[in-house]
């Protein structure tokens, strides 16, 4: 009775033992790469639940934008990533910008001093990285290195912070402070992961995003080299995950909302390298008109006179993580949709294709943001 009884309990074990599916493949050593994540493609659409892999090669590889909200708990942030933005009553802060720029005597000296040299080496180096994927071991290289750059490029001046925002994986976020005398924050970001279109592809990542990262640093040493002394507490962000649907922006802008920060300008940059028709794109979607506008006089002003306009749809960029959690944010790019790089993505999002003339462009217009904002 009892081994009749055992027999085909065993046997029924056994066999439930078989049909689960095979042991969570370890990747890279950081976690399995089928954890289900929860991503959405728009306010309408309720969420899929995808494996990381997944969100890789069916998403980011097909240009199909997402957030990868599993880990946003604020529910006025859920809302606003639900609400379509025509319908949306969830307002950012209102802040008057300023309706011209005002400060070219402070800026047009530093913006001389931008060149291409540092960002030409510092490209270099992050595309050597096989990838630079969130997850993976040579994803957490590059943070190490752009770490390391980060307080190079800032050791002349001791006032300069340099820290790292830690996520669920191992690369981290990087945040650059230059305190002002007002805690009020201005903020320029771009995110530094890649991916080449899997989780193991070759991913050199320059334009998408490289180049904004090297932008946003050919500024920093500027400003730090010139020991800038704002008014108001300027932050270079280097986003982790932005690949993975805006994780790494998701989780700072999270963070600074529940800390009641005063965020009073994000400007987003992301591809900054790749630009046929010469002029800064201005996005104009999940953003604050106000700064919109504000940022559009600041590329007439310090970035080449003349810009394009674009929208670029649900999560694009990590503008869009400022946005859901209540902050002004602004996009800016080096083409319109249309006729951007065709390469991004891709293993061919290479340092060949890149125009160093378009990443001191945008050298010019943060350097020129960040100079006129610090004021307001
Ligand atoms: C930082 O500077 C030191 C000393 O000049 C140098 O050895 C190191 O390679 C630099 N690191 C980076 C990431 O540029
Ligand atoms: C949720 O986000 C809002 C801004 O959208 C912020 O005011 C609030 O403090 C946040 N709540 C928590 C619990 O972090």
Redesign the pocket.
């Known amino acids: 009775m009892l081994s009749t009884f055992v027999l085909p309990l065993f046997l029924a074990s056994a066999s439930l033992v078989a049909a689960v599916p095979p042991q969570v493949r370890p990747y890279f050593g950081q976690g399995a790469n089928d954890e289900l994540r929860l991503i959405k493609t728009s306010e309408l659409d309720p969420g899929t639940w995808v494996t990381e892999e997944q969100k890789i090669t069916d998403y980011v590889a097909k240009d199909i934008h997402f957030i990868d909200i599993t880990d946003i708990k ?4 859920l809302a ?1 990533l639900s609400t379509p933005q025509e319908v949306s009553t ?1 307002e950012s802060r209102a802040i008057t910008y300023p309706s011209a720029i005002s400060h070219q005597t402070q800026a047009n000296p530093l913006i001389a001093q931008l060149t291409t040299t540092g960002p030409k080496t510092w490209m270099t180096a992050l595309t050597t990285f096989y990838n630079r994927y969130y997850r993976s071991t040579t994803g957490t290289q590059a943070g190490t290195y752009l770490l390391a750059l980060a307080k190079n490029l800032t050791a002349s001046n001791p006032a300069i912070v340099v820290s790292t925002f830690t996520h669920s994986f191992n690369q981290p976020s990087i945040i650059v402070k230059i305190p002002g005398t007002s805690p009020n924050l201005v903020i320029v970001g771009a995110h530094y992961d890649s991916t080449g279109g899997s989780s193991t592809a070759r991913g050199p990542g320059a334009d998408d995003n490289a180049s904004g990262t090297c932008t946003l640093l050919e500024a920093l040493r500027i400003l730090s080299l010139s020991r800038f002394a704002p008014k108001n507490t300027l932050e270079f962000h280097f986003y982790a995950g932005e690949e993975g649907g805006l994780l790494g922006s998701a989780a700072v802008f ?1 963070n600074y ?2 800390a ?1 920060k005063n965020v009073l300008a994000m400007v987003a940059q992301d591809m900054t390298g790749y630009s046929p028709s010469g002029k800064v794109s201005v996005y104009t979607d999940y953003a604050d008109a106000g700064l919109t506008g504000f940022v559009r006089k600041v590329v007439v002003g310090y970035a080449g006179g003349a810009y394009t306009t674009d929208k670029c749809g649900y999560g694009c960029s990590d503008h869009a993580s400022a946005f859901s ?2 902050f002004p944010a602004s996009y800016v790019c080096d083409e319109v949709i249309k006729t951007s790089s065709p390469y991004i993505h891709s293993p061919q999002d290479a340092l060949s294709t890149i125009d160093f003339t378009a990443v001191l462009r945008h050298s010019k217009f943060t350097v020129g943001f960040l100079v006129e904002a610090s004021y307001l």
Do not use: F, I, P, Y
């Open positions: 604020n529910e006025t942030t606003r969830l999270a909302a529940s009641g959690n209540g």
